[in-house]
Nanobody, 121 residues
């Protein structure tokens, strides 16, 4: 079994910062990609940032220059540093990872349970 556990969400004023963390645990052979999605009620889940290894990163246009994704491969952890937060960043943020388990040829996609980020104006 593999688990992703997020932490770091909360309430912050516009212009403030938050740092989200996501730790993967369990039966892990390798992690191909780790990233963050967000979702508001009635809307589709959207990709915010993703790291597919090394310096290969993707950012949604709406967060470029404000959010930074990083990984600690030794600890199977990813972080999302969110600066200059705006009310429109308010959402439930979900950690996502593509993980290959021992004895499995292909990686599988896993999700955390989500952490709420609320940005007040």
């Amino acid at each position: 079994q593999v688990q992703l556990v997020e932490s770091g969400g909360g309430l912050v004023q516009a212009g403030g910062s938050l740092r989200l963390s996501c730790a993967a645990s369990g039966s892990i052979f390798s992690i191909n990609a780790m990233g963050w999605y967000r979702q508001n009620p009635g809307k589709q889940r959207e990709l915010v940032a993703q790291n597919t290894g090394g310096s290969n990163t993707f950012y949604a246009d709406s967060v470029k220059g404000r959010f930074t994704i990083s990984r600690d491969n030794a600890k199977n952890t990813t972080f999302l540093q969110m600066n200059s937060l705006k009310p429109e960043d308010t959402a439930v943020y979900y950690c996502n990872a593509v993980i290959k388990r021992p004895g499995h040829y292909y990686g599988m996609e896993y999700w955390g349970k989500g952490t709420l980020v609320t940005v007040s104006s």
